[in-house]
């Protein structure tokens, strides 16, 4: 059994900060891509910032200059650091990653369960 545990959502001041992070757990033999996505209220899910396993990084251009996106490997863990924060920005984030469970098996698509950003005065 493989899980995604999200944390470090809440409740933040516009021009504020907050550091989400996520760690997978369970029987894992490798984990390839690692992203956040989030879903505001009325819209789609869409893609935050990506990483791959070596460490190259994509980011929607919403939040370019202002999120970090970055992993540990030993720690199965990636994280998305968030500054200046928007109204905007206010949506469940999502945590992803593509895993392989043993060698020899393809790479499954796991979730987390979503964290809650809130940006308000």
């Known amino acids: 059994q493989v899980q995604l545990v999200e944390s470090g959502g809440g409740l933040v001041q516009p021009g504020g900060s907050l550091r989400l992070s996520c760690a997978a757990s369970?029987?894992?033999?490798?984990?390839?891509?690692m992203g956040w996505y989030r879903q505001a209220p009325g819209l789609q899910r869409e893609l935050v910032a990506a990483i791959t396993r070596d460490g190259s990084t994509n980011y929607a251009e919403s939040v370019k200059g202002r999120f970090t996106i970055s992993r540990d490997n030993a720690k199965n863990s990636v994280y998305l650091q968030m500054n200046s924060l928007k109204p905007e920005d206010t949506a469940v984030y999502y945590c992803?990653?593509?895993?392989?469970?043993?060698?020899?098996?393809?790479?499954?698509?796991?979730w987390g369960q979503g964290t809650q950003v809130t940006v308000s005065p």
């Open positions: 992803n990653a593509f895993i392989k469970r043993r060698l020899g098996l393809l790479s499954s698509e796991y």
């Open positions: 369970g029987s894992i033999f490798s984990i390839n891509d």
